[in-house]
């Protein structure tokens, strides 16, 4: 079992920054990938990004692309969404999830999720 644990919501103004964290515990070592994933009020669930635990692959939404920063504390076992030029759009709560058997970017094929946590990006 994997437990995950978001943190680092809030609400903000339109082109500021905001940083997510998801500490992972339990078994660790069996994770392959992590996602970060989210869902606007109305709105189903979709992408955010999605990179390789133990190595550097990345994808990123087309959205957040050039917006969004990954990075990482092995030590803590905690990765960080960094969000910079917010924007309304934004507005959602950021799940995180792991994926213990192949890298995807679908979220039906991730095992373990987080609470969420709520981002909110004032116009």
């Known amino acids: 079992q994997v437990q995950l644990v978001e943190s680092g919501g809030g609400l903000v103004q339109a082109g500021e920054s905001l940083r997510l964290s998801c500490a992972a515990s339990g078994r660790t070592s069996s994770i392959y990938y992590m996602g970060w994933f989210r869902q606007a009020p109305g709105k189903e669930r979709e992408f955010v990004v999605a990179?390789?635990?133990?190595?550097?692959?990345?994808w990123f939404a087309d959205s957040v692309k050039g917006r969004f920063t990954i990075s990482r504390d092995n030590a803590k076992n905690t990765v960080y969404l960094q969000m910079n030029s917010l924007k309304p759009a934004d507005t959602a709560v950021y799940y995180c999830?792991?994926?213990?058997?192949?890298?995807?970017?679908?979220?039906?094929?991730?095992?373990?999720w987080g609470q969420g946590t709520q981002v909110t990006v004032s116009s």
């Open positions: 990179f390789r635990w133990g190595g550097s692959s990345t």
């Open positions: 999830a792991a994926d213990i058997t192949r890298g995807t970017t679908l979220q039906s094929e991730y095992d373990y």
